[in-house]
Structures are given as C-alpha cells and as structure tokens.
C-alpha cells in the first residue's frame, strides 16, 4: 500500500503549528519526511504519530505550582562546587586570557560593569573573512596603539622643563605611524607645544612646573594614537575555513559601526555594553549565551530552562539587575525577604518610616511566620465547606 | 465528635514608627530602679524583672496576664528620659530632614511648583503599588542644595552629620531637643517627600523622649550552677540607662552646670545607641565586665545566626534524628534502614477508631520500651499522657476511637532523609523505613550521588513528617524513585555506581558462559524468579547460558535501544554490530544482543541509556525495580568471577619502562633545546606574549604530550583483562590518566596553572642553580606513583597538591554564597495555572516556562519531544 505524500505530511504536520512549539514540528516533519522516503507511511499512522508528539508534549508540560525559580538556582548552583577555580584557562585561543569556571559564572550573575577579562569575538563579512591579508589588516587597524607602545625611550629634562620622547622607528613603521602625526594627536589632545627632531620629540607644557611636567608624561603617554579604543589585543584566527578576530578588551559600539564587520554574529562578553548598544532583550540572550559556554566548557550539563529563568529574572524590569543585595534580591517587595537577605537591620528600620506593610506573598515570608508556602500543593486556595454548615455567618 | 483545627493565617504585617504616647499606652509599668531582684530572689517593684513585665521563673504568675512562664508571651515597660535622644538608625533620616528643611520654618526647601510635581509623582507611585519612596534621593539632594527657604527667604546655614549621632550647624551643636523641635515643624505632605509615611511616622518620632523596655521573656536571666544569676547583655545595657538616666534628671533638677548636664545627656545618648546597635563605627562598642562586646539588639537580628537566618529562616525540629550513614545494598532505593532505638523515639500520631483500636492498644499497651510501642495517649480531650510514666495496661484499657496515639515508627512509613549541604532537591528524599539491627542508617548504594554521600564517618538527618496530608505528600512526590531524574538535565541522576557497572560488565561481556545453576544463582540473587530462556550453547551435554541472556532477564519487554558502549574507542570507522571489543550495544525486545552493559547503561551522572529509557518509557516504579535487581545481579556477578585490584595491575614489562626512559629522557632534551633557543634570544614569540610567556608555553606543551605518550606506551601494556583497566575503561572507577600516573609518569606539577616557581630567588630548591628553567627543576615529576618518587619530586607534588586542598576550600566557600543569592533572587517563581512564570508580585517573568512550558526533569534531555522515539513505536524500528 502506498504511503502518504510528502505533501500531505507537510499539511497534517503544520495542524500542530501554535499547539506544541515550533522547534518539535519541525523535528517531527524532518523525520516524518526522512522516514517516508524510506517506508510507506499510512494516513492513519501519520494521526496517530501527531496524537502521539501531542500527548508526549501535554505530558512534558510544567505543572501549575512548580517551585521553577528554586529548581533553576539549585541547578545553576549545585554544579559550582564541582567547577574549577582556576580563573584563567586557555581555551580556543591560546593567546588570550579567559576566565573560565566558577569564577566567571559569578561574575555573570553578578551582572559586572566591567568582566575581569573583557572579550570580544568578531566576525568579518565575505570579503574580508576570507583572505589573512585582508583579515590581518583589520586586526591592525583597530588594535589601539597609545603613545607608550611606539616609544623607546622617555626623558625628563628638568632643567628645560621639557619631556622628551624618542620614538621606534621600526615599532612606527609597523603601525604606519610617523613622528609628525605622532605629534599632531599629542597637540589635538593637549594644551603644549611639541618639537619634532628626527624622532626624537621634545614636549614643553605650557606651565613651567615640575609637577605638571610629570602629569603630563603619565597623560601623554597613554594617549591613543590609533586604533578602537579599549581594544588592547587582537588575535586572527582560523575557524571553520573563515578568519575570525578575537580582541581582548571591548568596544562594541564601535567595532560594529566599522564597514569589514559581519554585525549579525560579531559579540563581546560585556553584557553591559550589549544592553548599552543593543537592548535588554540582546543583553538577556548574552547572559543565557555567557553562563551556558562556562556550564559547557566544564562539561557541566545544565538545562537551558534554568540559565533563561536566571537570565528574564535579572533583566525582568528592563534592566540588567544583579542577582543580590543591589539587584533582584534587594528590590523585593517584601521587607521580611529582604531583611533575611542581606543588611537586616537597615532593611527593618527603613520599612517602618516608610510605613511598609509585607503581604506575605512571597515563600521567605511565610517561612518566618511558619506558614504554609504559596508553592506546589501550597499554592493551592482552597477553602471546604464541611458537612452540615453552611456559608460564612 | 472530632475536634477540627482552624488554622489561623497571617495575612499581612504592617511596620511603623511608635509615637511617645503610643509607647507610654503600651507599657505596663514604668521602669524607675536598676534593680533586678531583692535578696529573697523575687523581682523587685519597678524595677528591670517587674513581675508585670513578664514571667520567666516556673513558679511565678504574670501580674499582667496572669499567666505562667511559658504561656504569658511578656509584656513592654517604659522609660521616661530626661532628655530626648537620638536613635542611631534614623540618624541618616534625620539628617535628611534636617538639611533638606527650612531652618527657620520648617517647610522643604523646595519651588512650588517642583515640590507640586513630585507630589504628583509619589501619588502615581502609590496608585501602581511602587516603592514612592524612589525619589527621596532626589529629592533631598535637590532640596538641601537650595540656599534660601522659597517661603521665608531664610538663608540656610550649613548643616553637618557628626557620626554617629551628632548634628553641627554652623560650628553650633545641635542638641536632640532642637533637633525633635525641627523635626515637629515639618508638615505631613512634606515628610512624605522626604520618604517619611506621615500617617504611619511623624519624622519626630526618630527622636526618642520615652524607650521601651522590652519583657524578660526577650531576655531571659540564667541561674548558674552555683545559683548566682547571670542577667543577659541586654539587661545590662538597659541598667546603663537607667542608671545615666536617673543621674541627667538628678543634675537637671538639682539645677547642675550647663556643662555637666550635657556630658550626661552625651553620655546617655551613647548608651542608647549602644543599646540599639553595638556595632556602630565611630564609638567604641558597649562592652561586660570581662570585656566581652555585648550582643544588644541589632546584633541580635544579624547575620547567620542571627534571628532572621538562625532562628526564622531555618528553625529547629522535633522528630528529627541524627546518625552515621552506611551502605546496605540488599534494601531496595526506596527504602531506609533505620536503628530500633530511633524507631523507638520518632513517634507518628494515629487516631483511633474502630478499625485499628485493637492493633493501637497492644502498641499501648506494650508501651514506650519495647519496640514496637507507642510514646504517648492523647485522649478526645486533648490530654496527655506520657506512657513513659503511666501504667501502660490501665491506659490501654481506656483507649476509644478518637484518641491519638503517638506510636513508634513501624516498617513502612515514610521518612525524610536529608544530607548537609542541601544543594539541590534531591539532597531531601522520602524513604520508607526498614526497622533494622544496629546504630547506623543504612542506604543503598545507588542513592549515594543525589546525597553526595560516601561512609567515611558521614552522618545524615530523617525527619518524620506527621500529618497524613505530610506522609501523603512525601510519598508521592518526595519519595527516591520520583526523584531518579534530575531537574537540572532531564537525565537520571540516581544509577549504578562503581562495583554495579564492573559487574555488570564482568557478566556481559563476550565469552561469559555460564551453567544452569550460576544463571540460577544470579538471578536469585537479584530476585528474579522465572525460568531460564533457551540455552545459547549445549556442550558436552551441558547447557550455558550466556551472561547477556541473563542480564536480559532484568529488562522490560519491548524496550529497543541502540547506543555506543563507554568503552567504544571512537574508531574512524565504527563496524557497528561487528564491533572487536563489543561496544555497540543492541537491545531489542528486551534482550541484550550484542555489546557491554557499562557506565553508558545505567551509572547515575552518566549519559545512561537503558536506565533512562525505562524511567521514560516505563515509569519510575519500573525503573526502581531495574534498579534494584541491576545492582544486585551485577553484585552477585563480581562476587561469581572474582574482582580484585592491586598494585601489581599497574605492572609493566622492563621493555616498556625502558621505552617510558626513553620518551621522558628525549623529553628533557627538547625542554634544554628550547631553554637553548631562549637564551640564544632566537625563539618566536606568540603574538601578544613574551618570550618568557612563550617559552613556558612551549615548556608545557611538550611535558604534557611526553607524558600522554608515557601513557600511550603503558596502555599498550595494559589490556582489557586487566581489573584497574576495566575499572576505568567502563567508567566504574578511576581514569586511564590516574593509571598512566600510577604506572608511568605523574607529569608536571603547578600552581595557579604555571611550572613551578616559587621558593628561592631564581629556583624552587637550593638544589638547582638559580635560573634553572630544566624540567625537573620546575616540578616535572617523571616518576610514577608506583616507582615512588624522589625526594625533590615529593615536595613539588605537595606544592601542587596543596594547591588543590586551597582551591576546594575557596571554591566551596564561593559557590555557596552564589548559591544562596541565586535561591533568595529566584526563590519567589513559580508556574502560575495559565502557564506563565510570575513573582511573588505577580509581575510576569516569562509567558511561557522557558519559551515552550517543558519540565526539565520530564523533557527527553532537555527536548520537549522525542520525535523519533515516538515515529519508531508507530512505524516500526
């Protein structure tokens, strides 16, 4: 007997659409047509193939009740202890500083402005991707390069009250740098009058004191003389036959705004900046992204479910909050959660000025009064009426 | 008729600010002497133990409530201060006030029209249910930044805080007085932008004129053995205050120099603060007579064992029971060994009635000592009667329906089990008890890794839940076998563990035949009671089965299964069904046709197939039962063929240690040839590292390939038949790594991740020059642990082995912590009935539980639908 028509699997399939999710259908027509290739499906094995994904879905399905945020940070937690502490790793690319582990998962629910190890991996469109030159050529265009990095040597001349700099020539050629233009950012950033002598230059600040002098020579020599800055270091790599720039420090405004960048896949690990840059909703994708690598790279196996409740619980109120005193926790609405929390007393006292009142919604509370919590079979408001009475007097 | 509890529930608790008048109208007496008790032992009149304030001594009545100490929960007094003092907590608030309000007449230093605004503000804040007191910040800064008051043109002068409760304006001190007077001037709309509730606080209310003199039941004297009363720090602190009191309005009335009388009411001031909180920076801490800081009262409240978490959060329980846990593998999962003398002292209350009369009076009868007993009668009056000091036979004759008894715990019931620290869910597990012989709870194996449990002295609590709606809830939802899959990956977290899984792989493996009576034996053992399938080999008149066809016995009809054993080698090519060392496994029908029963089958953590697919497929009280019988067969399996392991496992032939030389010795030379090449100044550096970066780099690299191919070459040596290496091949126990360790070479030691590099100036031991950047100079240990190392060896492996011991001690400190923010943060979310995930709010996190409503634990590892799965039972494999 013949089977149904790839068609026919197709239509039946798509009656599932907006009935279980959208990664199970496609699943299912994928093997449905791959299967039917091989033997004749009947029509009615097809219904009773679509009964079953949609019984197995119904039954895979969250009860009302479950205590979902608790079992998230249990099992966000629990593989902590077996994490390793090593803060830096080398994985992937060996010539950069990743922190990995334990100590990168806290830094994640921490929500830090700044990561201890900022990173960014960036993706070259067609053009560029493809050729080292090419590839190489950006790298060196936005690694930033500060007056420091291009000089050999550093003199005070106390008596002229003059700094003197000498530059490397061959450090400045590699950067298509020369003295004049060298000079010309020192002058565009700052009040003082600069001699070129070969390549040696000569600063004289505009005040004749000692002390200016030295403050000057610090400034000077971080300034930025090329490249994106907060971009320090930058690695081409090959992957999956593309060439791949990874930098340490990030700019991610910038680094998108360039022409050679692919902006769909180009990201950095500051969650910060992703919400700076691209929202909340993206900051709440690199959250996810973040703590699952570091799960991952430990061989921690933690389902996604868990890390995207951390992550919507963190950026719920539009905003990336940390998880603690100064984010999630800290803003409670209950005074008993937050007094239990952290900085008890504070809590308290300032409750009763504001003339707060704690309903007791939430489970910390209902512990503390030794009541029954609004979880599981708790969350149930069920009142009986008894044999023989009848409603309220 | 029976009684039914009414539970009361506590809807809401509402925090403010008390008034003077309101703490005067509360008190029960006013508190005048600093005296506790006279020289009979009892309180004295208006002194600090006034017998109205409470009752603490068992023979004494509450002169306000009449009641005995334990049901009389205690009663406020009061202090009349001189003079008004600062509380130390509102000094920050007040300080607020204060700068942010005119000087003159009292009004907040702001426009009109802002301060309209911002009323405005906090209206619309207060209608959606927000904290409206966000703004106060803002507008406090705004405020006391403004030079001259917009209602009467009153220049402000500077205002400063003197930490911790002092106030200077314009280099004059501000006393509490002229504090409270200000305080009283601001207006009720006002405060209100000042973040003050006005109909809850009036802002002088921060400022104390009478202090409330908690009861004694809040702080309890103790009697020492030698009957001397040792009162409580608190206690102590209100005598303080008493004390300056009494003297301020002593020299107030006596009409005292200005001078004197401000020092006291100074000092008073310190003592009250002291008295709220003993911590505050900027004073020296209130300390006993022996020199020991006093605990007062936010002290109390603090940190861990403070109220909130010691004594709130987490509370002490009867019916709990503590003792020293050990492995028992012939009782099922679900079940807990438990010592007759616990079972004798956790009781379970039963009430009485027609049907069960007879069985609860013998357990009467037989009273608290003979197990099994009962404790405790409480009639249908709500009496109680101690068994332990009744006549057991006169109260069993009185026993009717509607009685309870408090019996001993009995085979069957349901317990709670719980291992410290309670990481996840299944750190609490429901087990049924087993009443056995000795002082240990016993367990079985298998649910040694939701605990996190081994027998080297650990201890573990059961708790014995008491309502039936308790026991109900525990049985269904708690109990061992509905926790078998893990919430966190949807995979099974209890299984098979160590000798299970080289049992299991001992009977099928290729070649293992076995007679009638082995068969028999095993599968006895393992409780399993059927007849034998057709034998595989009949020779010489005797008939063998094969160890797959036994282990088959075990597994359900129709379960079909295809997978990679642990031990696969990863081939280039798999040969599938044809594979040399049987790692392909294939189970259909039920029956194991070809491959290995290892780590990959049924070890719990692991990726294990069989186990997972039952507790799918065929529901957790089959999974159970596999399990139970699995680890029993595979015992009993190991036990038939023998198992043991030595150190001469770990025995190589000379060639092969010479071959190892070799290796490490060519190891040696290429570390020396790069030193060389560093020093020559010739090496390439890595871009963005030094050169000595790199070199160390390079260093690395090589001493650790060296080492893999030292272990390589043991391998070689170390067949499939050898007990270590099956050991660590199937996953049981132990790696390959720490058998190329015992039998080769343990390989570089660091710290921090680096070569060691740390000692001396230049070099980790004065046996090796300064500089010395060699190998075994920097912690290459080329011995193996067999061999033994050589002295120099030992002491890096203890640099590095230290390392070890300091990294899990931060590292558990550190999770913990994350760990209790993540729980405090995430703890208020739950499924609602519509599907969505909200707080305790009810603000909406997710719509959708994880963007397709899935539970994790009953997800296929993490996917909503196992598609093929299911195509396969329909179409057909």
């Known amino acids: 007997m013949a089977g149904v028509s790839p068609d026919t699997i197709k239509t039946e399939v798509r009656k599932l659409d907006g009935v279980v999710p959208e990664a199970v259908v496609k699943g299912l027509e994928g093997s449905l047509l791959r299967v039917g290739k091989e033997r004749a499906i009947t029509r009615e094995q097809l219904g009773e193939i679509i009964k079953g994904v949609n019984q197995a879905y119904v039954n895979a399905m969250v009860e009302p009740g479950e205590a979902v945020g608790t079992v998230a940070a249990q099992s966000i937690g629990e593989p902590g202890t077996q994490m390793t502490l090593r803060t830096f790793h080398y994985a992937g690319v060996a010539e950069l500083n990743v922190t990995l582990g334990l100590p990168r998962l806290i830094e994640i629910v921490d929500a830090r402005r700044v990561p201890s190890a900022a990173l960014m991996t960036i993706y070259l469109k067609e053009k560029y991707a493809k050729s080292k030159e090419k590839a190489r050529e950006f790298a060196q265009k936005i690694e930033m390069t500060t007056v420091e990095d291009v000089v050999l040597q550093t003199e005070m001349d106390l008596i002229n009250i003059v700094f003197v700099l000498t530059l490397d020539r061959s450090r400045m050629q590699r950067r298509e740098l020369t003295p004049s233009k060298v000079v010309s950012t020192i002058k565009g950033a700052l009040k003082v009058d600069a001699l070129i002598d070969g390549y040696k230059l000569r600063i004289k600040p505009t005040t004749q004191s000692l002390s200016e002098l030295r403050r000057l020579a610090s400034k000077i020599r971080a300034l930025p003389l090329h490249g994106v800055k907060g971009i320090n270091r930058v690695v081409v790599k090959m992957e999956d036959n593309e060439y791949v720039v990874y930098t340490e420090g990030s700019n991610l405004s910038e680094i ?106 939430g489970i910390i509370e209902n512990v503390i009064a030794g009541q029954p919590i609004p979880l599981g079979t708790g969350s149930v408001e069920l009142a009986m009426r008894r044999e023989g009475e009848s409603g309220r007097k | 008729m029976i009684m039914m509890h009414i539970p009361k529930l506590i809807d809401r608790m509402d925090f403010g600010l008390m008034s003077p008048e309101e703490i005067r109208k509360i008190s ?48 406020f007094g009061h202090i009349e201060l001189a003079r008004p003092v600062i509380h130390v907590g509102y000094v920050d608030a007040i300080y607020n006030c204060l700068r942010a309000t005119c000087r003159k007449c009292g009004r907040i230093l702001l426009s009109e029209s802002k301060l309209e605004e911002y009323l405005k503000r906090i209206k619309e804040m207060r209608e959606v249910g927000w904290k409206w007191w966000g703004m106060t910040n803002e507008i406090v800064k705004s405020a006391s930044t403004t030079e001259k008051c917009p209602y009467c043109e009153e220049k402000q002068a500077a205002l400063k805080l003197e930490k911790p409760t002092g106030f200077v304006e314009s280099k004059n001190r501000l006393t509490p007085s002229d504090v409270r007077e200000r ?403 294939v189970i259909r029908d039920g029956q194991l046709l070809r491959g290995v029963m290892d780590a990959r089958s049924y070890k719990a953590l692991d990726r294990c197939e069989v186990l997972d697919r039952i507790v799918k497929d065929y529901g957790t009280t089959a999974a159970r039962e596999f399990l139970d019988r699995v680890t029993k067969l595979s015992i009993a399996a190991a036990v038939m063929f023998g198992f043991t392991t030595s150190i001469d496992d770990e025995d190589i032939p000379p060639e092969a240690k010479e071959r190892i030389s070799e290796v490490l010795d060519d190891a040696r030379e290429k570390v020396n040839k790069l030193i060389e090449v560093y020093n020559a100044g010739e090496l390439e550096p890595f871009p963005g590292r030094s050169l000595r970066e790199t070199l160390e780099m390079r260093i690395m690299e090589v001493l650790a390939e060296s080492r893999d191919r030292t272990g390589e070459i043991a391998e070689k040596y170390l067949g499939l038949d050898n007990p270590a290496v099956i050991m660590a091949r199937t996953g049981a126990r132990g790696s390959m790594l720490n058998l190329t360790q015992m039998t080769a070479c343990v390989g570089q030691q660091s710290v921090r991740g680096e070569r060691l590099s740390r000692g001396y100036r230049g070099r980790t031991l004065p046996h090796f020059k300064s500089g010395n950047l060699g190998a075994e100079a920097r912690g290459f240990v080329s011995s193996s642990y067999k061999d033994g190392l050589k002295p120099l060896e030992f002491f890096f492996h203890a640099m590095g082995g230290r390392e070890g011991l300091v990294d899990t001690a931060v590292r558990t400190a550190q999770s913990g912590y994350m760990q209790r923010r993540l729980i405090n943060a995430l703890q208020d979310l739950r499924v609602e009935n519509d599907g969505t995930v909200r707080d305790d709010r009810g603000a909406v996190v997710q719509f959708v539980y994880g963007e397709d409503g899935v539970d994790p634990a009953r997800s296929d590892n993490g996917k909503a639908v196992n598609v093929e799965k299911i195509i396969e039972r329909v179409v057909g494999g």
């Open chain 1, 256 to 361: 998108l705004a360039m022409p050679e960048v692919d902006q769909t896949r180009t990201s950095t690990n500051n969650v910060h900046e992703i919400e700076a840059v691209l929202g909340v909703e993206a900051a709440r994708n690199a959250i996810i992204d973040e703590a699952r690598k570091t799960l991952d790279e430990q061989g921690l196996d933690v389902d996604v479910r868990h890390i995207m409740l951390a992550a919507d619980m963190m950026t719920a109120s539009g905003t990336v909050k940390q998880m603690g005193r100064h984010g999630v926790s800290g803003g409670k609405a209950s005074v008993l959660a937050r007094a239990s929390f952290e900085i008890t007393t504070k809590h308290l006292l300032e409750a009763c000025v504001h003339g707060e009142s704690d309903r007791l919604d």
């Open chain 2, 28 to 75: 029960v007496t006013k508190v005048v002497t600093a005296d506790t008790y006279d020289e009979d032992g009892y309180p004295i009149e208006r002194g600090l133990m006034d017998s109205r304030l409470g009752v603490i001594d068992p023979g004494l009545k509450c002169r306000t409530c009449g009641a005995r100490s334990g049901d009389c929960p205690g009663h």
């Open chain 2, 183 to 585: 305080l009283e001037r601001i207006t009720n709309e006002d405060a209100m932008l000042l973040g003050i509730n006005s109909k809850i606080a009036r802002p002088e209310w921060m400022i104390l004129t009478a202090l409330p003199i908690p009861s004694v039941t809040v702080r309890p004297s103790i009697t020492l053995e030698s009957g001397a009363r040792s009162e409580d720090d608190l206690t102590h602190k209100i005598v303080d205050i008493i004390r300056i009191n009494q003297r301020l309005s002593e020299n107030i009335e006596a009409g005292a120099p200005h001078l004197i009388v401000e020092d006291l009411w100074e000092l008073l001031q310190y003592h009250v603060t002291t008295y709220f909180d003993n911590g505050v920076s900027g004073i020296p801490p209130a300390r006993h007579r022996s020199g020991r800081v006093l605990r007062t009262l936010a002290q109390r409240l603090r940190g861990k064992e403070g109220r909130f978490r010691g004594n709130l959060s987490g509370k002490r329980v009867d019916f709990s029971a503590r003792t020293v846990i050990s492995p028992d593998p012939n009782i099922s999962i679900n079940e807990i060994g438990v010592p007759e003398y616990i079972a004798r002292i956790l009781s379970i209350p039963v009430r009485a009635t027609k049907h069960n009369i007879e069985d609860l009076r013998n357990l009467v009868r037989r009273g608290p000592d003979i197990y099994p007993g009962a404790n405790c009668l409480i009639s249908s009056d709500g009496k109680r009667y101690d068994l332990r000091y009744a006549d057991c036979e006169e109260l069993a004759k009185t026993l009717e329906p509607g009685f309870i008894v408090e019996r001993h715990m009995m085979n069957g019931g349901i317990l709670l089990f719980n291992r410290q620290p309670s990481l996840h869910r299944m750190s609490i597990m429901a087990h049924e008890v087993k009443v056995l012989p000795g002082r240990t709870f016993r367990l079985n194996l298998s649910v040694c890794p939701p605990y996190n449990a081994d027998f080297d002295g650990d201890e573990m609590n059961v708790h014995a839940p008491q309502r039936e709606e308790a026991q109900a809830e525990a049985r269904i939802l708690m109990r061992v076998q509905e926790q078998i899959l893990s919430p966190r990956f949807g995979g099974p977290i209890i299984g098979g563990i160590q000798d299970h899984i080289t049992g299991a792989y001992l009977l099928t493996r290729k070649g293992t035949l076995l007679t009638r009576e082995q068969s028999q034996q095993l599968l006895a053992t393992a409780g399993v009671f059927a007849s034998l399938p057709k034998p595989a080999v009949k020779e010489k008149g005797v008939e063998y089965w094969a160890g797959k066809q036994v282990f088959s016995m075990l597994l359900p009809r129709g379960l079909n299964l295809t997978f990679k054993a642990k031990i696969c080698e990863n081939c280039t090519r798999c040969k599938k069904e044809e594979c040399e060392i049987d790692a392909y496994v």
